[in-house]
């Protein structure tokens, strides 16, 4: 009974504060400290806020992109570090790929943007910091961690099979076509979903990288709540929990139909 109880505990430490922010995101207050009726005014306010649309819409892009950039570099880090054994500069190499899973963000944000502003310099590339610089950057931070799930995924699998197809007369291309890149197919939709998702939850590294006209949708919902927090943003977040949810629910029946 002790330990039900300490698990309630800790799932409404958890989800208590979401289900609040959805519940208000209906209040027709503007304060948010007091339920004063139902109304979907925030959601139609929301709907017509063409920044923060336009925000969410530059977001997106840029995950998009970030992501699938992340996943060709990570998916190549990482089958490197599964299948070529020990190599000159390994060792760096591996150390290299760590470093942003254990580097603070805002430390990344400050590097990158010091990197942007001397190739702008050297090479006039880039012209000012815009969704470009942001796009690049978060594929920088993104690539270790698509290279660390396929790297666990092709470890897992082992070599087996790939070798039995060379065995056969396959050339090495092909057993990596029909054999490898099926075995780390898993591995890159994880990475990729996982890549979009740092993209798209990032605030300190868009900020050192972005400039005028390239703010993304974190970027607006933090600058809008240091004014204090309205229904709007609620509203925001209830909509894309909505969204995360259905994506979620659709994949279970998918998964359950397959099984």
Same mark, same amino acid.
């Given at each position: 009974m002790r330990l039900g109880a300490w698990l309630a505990a800790c799932y409404a430490f958890l989800y208590a504060p979401i289900a609040f922010l959805v519940v208000f995101s209906f209040n027709d207050s503007r304060l948010v400290t *007091? &339920? %004063?009726? $139902? %109304? =979907?005014? &925030? /959601? @139609?306010?929301? =709907?017509?806020?063409? *920044?923060?649309i336009d925000a969410a819409f530059l977001s997106l892009r840029i995950a998009a992109v970030s992501a699938t950039i992340a996943c060709v570099v990570g998916a190549a880090a990482g089958f490197a570090l599964a299948r070529f054994g020990r190599f000159r500069g390994r060792t760096l190499f591996e150390a290299a790929l760590a470093v942003p899973l254990v580097m603070p963000e805002v430390i990344t944000g400050l590097s990158l943007l010091l990197l942007f502003v001397a190739l702008e310099q050297l090479i006039g590339w880039p012209s000012g910091r815009g969704a470009g610089t942001v #796009?690049? !950057?978060?594929? %920088?931070v993104s690539v270790a961690y698509v290279a660390v799930v396929v790297r666990a995924r092709l470890a897992d699998a082992g070599e087996a099979l790939e070798q039995a197809a060379m065995d056969l007369y396959a050339p090495p291309w092909k057993a990596f076509a029909v054999i490898t890149l099926p075995l780390m197919a898993p591995a890159l939709v994880s990475g990729w979903l996982l890549a979009f998702t740092l993209s798209m939850d990032d605030v300190v590294v868009a900020s050192f990288t972005s400039g005028p006209g390239a703010s993304t949708l974190?970027? @607006? @919902? $933090? %600058?809008? #709540?240091? =004014?204090?927090?309205?229904?709007? +943003? /609620?509203? =925001? !977040?209830?909509? +894309?929990?909505?969204?995360? #949810?259905?994506v979620l629910l659709a994949v279970a029946l998918l998964s359950r139909k397959r099984g």
């Open positions: *007091g &339920w %004063s009726g $139902f %109304s =979907l005014r &925030w /959601y @139609v306010t929301l =709907l017509h806020d063409q *920044g923060m #796009t690049v !950057a978060h594929a %920088s974190p970027m @607006v @919902v $933090f %600058s809008a #709540t240091r =004014l204090g927090t309205t229904p709007e +943003i /609620y509203a =925001l !977040a209830t909509v +894309i929990v909505a969204v995360v #949810t259905a």
